[in-house]
């Protein structure tokens, strides 16, 4: 591609300072009081995706927050590639441990990002990533390069599980035919190991609720005598592993894939260096599934995780009371033929049979997802890999990531394309964390690497 390095090394400047504009608006669906936010947000985005050249941007309403629609069609018998991403945020609390406040961007160097990180809630997950395609876009059709057909799908509720554009792309099946989907919002290996995530998990994710006494009591009086929900709840919670960290509900490893021996040995040819990985997180050890290594235990293996867990007194100083109710909140993540409707129905039959008289249990699914795999030898994961080959200079390793993006497996379902996932992250990151960045060089890589992705793959179309 012709002088996709000058084109980025004279607006470098720009391009982060429109990505900090955009990391100043606080786009957090999760949260209603940040409604007009979000609508600020997806605006901008529009405005972005007008200036880089799409010739037909709109705002589709949902019932929730906007999705962002563009695009751009040169010549039908092209090939079309449909990019999607997400606008919204996460949360940015605990607030008080950031260094810098979450919507106020600030550059700062760091040990794995010596040439600057942007940090604020975004930067990397995924307003960084998303905008990388919206400045390949606009150095493609201003240097006329634009190869191929492109959609826009730039969406507002993802960190809350994406139900509304579920029904978008149920309904719209013809606006949004293309010959592939491109996504970053994974990450990569390091800055000198590209890799292509191959593989997303699934997720169910539930609400349990233990009720025991109608009311809250003295844990003098009644302590000892009758079931305390918080107690039976943290041992309801401690079965659900074995010794060996297997999950212990009845059928949950039913369908699980099972990777070969001669997949395994591939996938541990990738660069991984424990004591660095205990070190960045200040642990002694791993923890996890027996049998496992640590890269497995969080790509290829399902697991169960207590996200939140509160009831009773946790105000300051001390209260001497039993609850009448505890609650917690647990996430499940999914590999490929688990399905996740099916498993939330598991979770919740062996939940419930496990609870001992004396208290109630309900448990809410809140959302959910199936896991996702492509295949190496597709157009799509080819021509990214010859990409990451001019610009890293280096074959990108394939890689399964433990995170979800459970809209995937929806685009494949209904729009019948496979995703190509072309993330530029870091695990160290910090995305949904507090301190949350993203390199500038990360940045400005997928930048430069994203047009020859285009490239590629109209070349490799023919
Ligand atoms: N971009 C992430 C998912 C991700 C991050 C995948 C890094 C692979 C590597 C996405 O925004 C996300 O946070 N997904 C949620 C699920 C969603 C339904 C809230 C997740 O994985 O927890
Ligand atoms: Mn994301
Ligand atoms: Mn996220």
Redesign the pocket.
């Known amino acids: 591609m012709n002088n996709i390095q000058s084109y980025i090394k004279e607006h470098k400047t720009r391009f982060i300072n429109e990505l900090i504009e955009l990391l100043k608006i606080p786009s957090v669906s999760a949260d209603s009081a940040y409604k007009n936010d979000v609508l600020k947000t997806a605006e901008a985005v529009k405005t972005s995706l007008e200036n880089a050249g799409c010739n037909h941007v709109e705002i589709c309403p949902t019932q929730g927050h906007p999705i962002v629609y563009g695009e751009k069609v040169i010549d039908k018998n092209l090939p079309t590639i449909l990019v999607y991403g ?1 606008y919204d945020v ?1 949360p940015p609390d605990p607030i008080n441990l950031w260094d810098s406040p979450p919507f106020e961007p600030v550059i700062k160097k760091t040990d794995l990002h010596p040439e600057g990180a942007i940090f604020a809630r975004g930067a990397c ?2 307003k960084g990533q998303m905008y990388m395609h919206v400045k390949a876009m606009e150095f493609m059709t201003t240097t006329n390069q634009l190869p191929c057909n492109v959609k826009f799908m730039i969406e507002g509720e ?5 139900v509304n554009l579920a029904t978008y792309v149920k309904a719209n099946h013809d606006k949004l035919k293309n010959d592939v989907i491109l996504i970053s ?3 990569m290996i390091a800055n000198d190991v590209p890799s292509i ?1 191959t593989g ?2 699934g ?1 169910s ?1 539930v609400e349990v609720e233990v009720t025991g006494p109608n009311r809250d009591l003295h844990s003098g009086l009644y302590g000892g005598a009758v079931a305390n929900p918080i107690n039976i709840l943290a041992k309801m919670i401690a079965s659900l592993h074995d010794e060996n960290n297997h999950i212990t509900i009845p059928g949950f490893y039913d369908k699980v894939e099972e990777l070969s021996k001669e997949e395994r040995a591939e996938m541990a040819k990738a660069p991984f260096n424990l004591d660095a990985y205990k070190k960045a997180l200040n642990i002694e050890a791993v923890y996890g599934e027996t049998g496992y290594s640590t890269n497995e235990r969080n790509s290829i293996r399902p697991t169960l995780d207590v996200n939140g867990i509160w009831g009773g007194y946790t105000g300051e100083g001390a209260k001497t009371v039993i609850a009448s109710k505890a609650y917690a909140k647990i ?1 499940m ?1 999914l590999v490929p033929n688990q399905d996740w409707e099916e498993i939330t129905q598991l979770f919740k039959t062996h939940f419930e049979n496990i609870a001992p008289k004396g208290v109630t249990v309900n448990v809410k699914p809140h ?3 199936q896991g996702y795999v492509t295949p190496i030898d597709s157009i799509g994961y080819q021509a990214a890999s010859k990409a990451y080959q001019d610009t890293f200079g280096k074959t990108p390793i394939p890689q399964r ?6 809209i995937v497996s929806l685009f494949e379902q209904e729009l019948k394309s496979k995703t190509i ?1 072309m ?1 530029f ?1 870091l ?1 160290s990151d910090a ?2 964390s507090p301190n949350e960045h993203f390199g500038i060089f990360n940045y400005l890589k997928g930048i430069e690497t994203i047009p020859l992705f285009y490239k590629y793959f109209t070349e490799l179309s023919k």
Not at 401 to 406: A, D, E, Q, T, V
């Open positions: 997400h996460q997950d995924d993802e960190e809350i599980g994406s919002d994974t990450g995530t997303l998990r997720l994710y996430s993540r959302h959910g997802g990531s433990g995170g979800s993006i459970p996932l993330g992250g695990d995305i949904h």
